[in-house]
T-cell receptor
Framework: DAGVIQSPRHEVTEMGQEVTLRCKPISGHDYLFWYRQTMMRGLELLIYFNNNVPIDDSGMPEDRFSAKMPNASFSTLKIQPSEPRDSAVYFC??????????FGPGTRLTVL | GDSVTQMEGPVTLSEEAFLTINCTYT??????LFWYVQYPGEGLQLLLKATKADDKGSNKGFEATYRKETTSFHLEKGSVQVSDSAVYFC??????????FGTGTSLTVIP
């Protein structure tokens, strides 16, 4: 299996622009997670889905952030409008039932 | 609530030294416990796990034993290599649908 795939790997944008991060989970996995990692706050869970349905979005920082999972093989995390404090590495992870999470390589976002 | 506490880093060791990274947890039930490793510029990778008390997880020379009596899951390796330089995360989960990660411990191994 190719593992969890994320795109783009790097994104540089200007404040106020819309940013869309993409994730393809491992085939057959029924859970998908979005995390954000910064030096200051470490690894934070933003939202997770089960069978394409958002279960807990309490970690989403504010309304500028939104996530969707239109089907079992694709999810997006959107930031609109982006701000410099959103600069971080964003990870997607997937898992099968109640088991190990497998992480993607991450998207490094820089908002100028 | 449920949580994981890891020893503060960074940790710097010479090659072939013994490694211990402490992890303790707070949980109301019987979670599964994990160690993940993050190499520079990469995502987190599962290193080892244990699903019940007294289980020992092991991989690549690393070991950790699930100690219910001390609520601990300390990571150990007898002889570290330069290639082990990374950030190590302890984590727990009950239902599998939410992981509680520690803050990470950075390890640097010098030749």
């Amino acid at each position: 299996d190719a593992g969890v795939i994320q795109s783009p790997r790097h994104e540089v944008t200007e404040m106020g622009q819309e940013v869309t991060l993409r994730c393809k989970p491992i085939s057959g996995h029924d859970y998908l997670f979005w995390y954000r990692q910064t030096m200051m706050r470490g690894l934070e869970l933003l939202i997770y889905f089960n069978n394409n349905v958002p279960i807990d979005d309490s970690g989403m920082p504010e309304d500028r952030f939104s996530a969707k999972m239109p089907n079992a093989s694709f999810s997006t995390l959107k930031i609109q409008p982006s701000e410099p404090r959103d600069s971080a590495v964003y990870f997607c992870a997937s898992s099968f039932h109640k088991d190990t999470q497998y992480f993607g390589p991450g998207t490094r976002l820089t908002v100028l | 609530g449920d949580s994981v506490t890891q020893m503060e880093g960074p940790v710097t060791l010479s090659e072939e030294a013994f490694l211990t990274i402490n992890c303790t947890y707070t949980a109301t039930g019987y979670p599964s416990l994990f160690w993940y490793v993050q190499y520079p510029g990469e995502g987190l990778q599962l290193l080892l796990k244990a699903t019940k008390a007294d289980d020992k997880g092991s991989n690549k020379g690393f070991e950790a034993t699930y100690r219910k009596e001390t609520t601990s899951f300390h990571l150990e390796k007898g002889s570290v290599q330069v290639s082990d330089s990374a950030v190590y995360f302890c984590a727990l989960t009950y239902t599998g649908n939410q992981f509680y990660f520690g803050t990470g411990t950075s390890l640097t191994v010098i030749p």
